[in-house]
Nanobody, 118 residues
Framework: QVQLVESGGGLVEAGGSLRLSCLAS????????LGWFRQAPGKEREFVAG????????RYAESVKGRFTISRDNAKITVYLQMNSLKPEDTAVYYC???????????WGQGTQVTVSS
């Protein structure tokens, strides 16, 4: 079992930055790759970024490449999402998730709201 708790969301103007954090806990938490997803009102949840168990492998949705950076600190079992050059279309609830294979995500956090004003 892995527990995930996100923090760092908020309201920011377009062009601004935010950093999200997600603390993972549980006996096997360090065995999991971690990722960020988001869900905007009226839309399906979508993948944003993922990082491998070691932290050496990352991947991003095309819509955030060059603006968002995912990283993890295995000593703290924490994953971060640095979001720069934010756009109103980035407004969504952002969820942290854990995966053993990088495809299926088995554990989810409660989400944190990110709102970007124009």
């Amino acid at each position: 079992q892995v527990q995930l708790v996100e923090s760092g969301g908020g309201l920011v103007e377009a062009g601004g930055s935010l950093r999200l954090s997600c603390l993972a806990s549980g006996r096997t938490a360090n065995y999991y790759g971690l990722g960020w997803f988001r869900q905007a009102p009226g839309k399906e949840r979508e993948f944003v970024a993922g990082v491998s168990r070691s932290g050496s492998g990352t991947r991003y949705a095309e819509s955030v490449k060059g603006r968002f950076t995912i990283s993890r600190d295995n000593a703290k079992i924490t994953v971060y999402l640095q979001m720069n050059s934010l756009k109103p279309e980035d407004t969504a609830v952002y969820y942290c998730a854990a995966s053993l294979d990088g495809v299926q995500y088995d554990y989810w956090g409660q989400g944190t709201q990110v709102t970007v004003s124009s």
